[in-house]
């Protein structure tokens, strides 16, 4: 079953701006992870963030987690045009249950 | 590192047709792999879990005698789609977990399937 759901979002950006998108879940979890996949391609793994973190950097990605609200951010900084992809949230919960459940998705486009 | 090769990339084939995909960990062992179904501009849902060297487990109305998955090595699961029709046509995705890694750690996935049945 899905736990992690996006707010179904399709976002066309123009490069050099910032792109937030919203993941939320259901239950309680080890650790939400973030994952691009390019059109018709596999996923990449993006950052992971622990139940116990509540913002996380890596390069231009910055991931909030609020486990009080069952929901995470992720924001993309100065995006640029091979950023475009879908970005899934997926989620481990926590109780020894270690397969990915993956949300919705958001479409990104940057336009350059 | 970490590199998960799957094969075909794409296959067209007439319906009544078996199909395998097969899902490599080129430079890493992986005593369990998992085999996801994506449909256009939809999420990934999980079909099963390939443990290496026992039976798969399959998520609910996941028909085992239609998705055959063997795990014969610690680098190789494969998916085998039997008498496959239209309906079957979708992106099939393969990912692996390191032998190394917890089990929490993030996935290594291939770059996808796309079976298209005639």
């Known amino acids: 079953s899905q736990q992690g759901e996006e707010d179904p979002q399709a976002l066309s950006i123009q490069e050099g701006e910032n792109a937030t998108m919203n993941c939320s879940y259901k239950t309680s979890i080890n650790n939400l992870q973030w994952y691009r996949q390019n059109s018709g391609r596999g996923l990449v793994h993006l950052i992971l963030?622990?139940?116990?973190?509540r913002e996380k950097h890596s390069g231009r990605l910055r991931v909030t987690l609020d486990t009080s609200k069952k929901s995470s951010s992720l924001l993309i900084t100065a995006s640029r045009a091979a950023d475009t992809a879908s970005y899934f949230c997926a989620t481990i919960d926590l109780y020894g249950n270690n397969r990915l459940a993956f949300g919705k998705g958001n479409q990104v486009v940057v336009i350059p | 590192g970490a590199v998960v090769s799957q094969h075909p990339s794409r296959v067209i084939c007439k319906s009544g047709t078996s199909v395998k995909i097969e899902c490599r960990s080129l430079d890493f062992q992986a005593t369990t792999m998992f085999w996801y179904r994506q449909f256009p501009k939809q999420s990934l849902m999980l079909m099963a879990t390939s443990n290496e060297g026992s039976k798969a487990t399959y998520e609910q109305g996941v028909e085992k005698d239609k998705f055959l998955i063997n795990h014969a090595s610690l680098t190789l699961s494969t998916l085998t789609v039997t008498s496959a029709h239209p309906e079957d046509s979708s992106f099939y995705i393969c990912?692996?977990?390191?032998?190394?890694?917890?089990?929490?750690?993030?996935?290594?996935f291939g770059d996808g399937t796309r079976l298209s049945i005639l």
């Open positions: 990912s692996a977990r390191a032998l190394r890694d917890r089990p929490d750690q993030p996935q290594h």
């Open positions: 963030i622990r139940s116990n973190e």
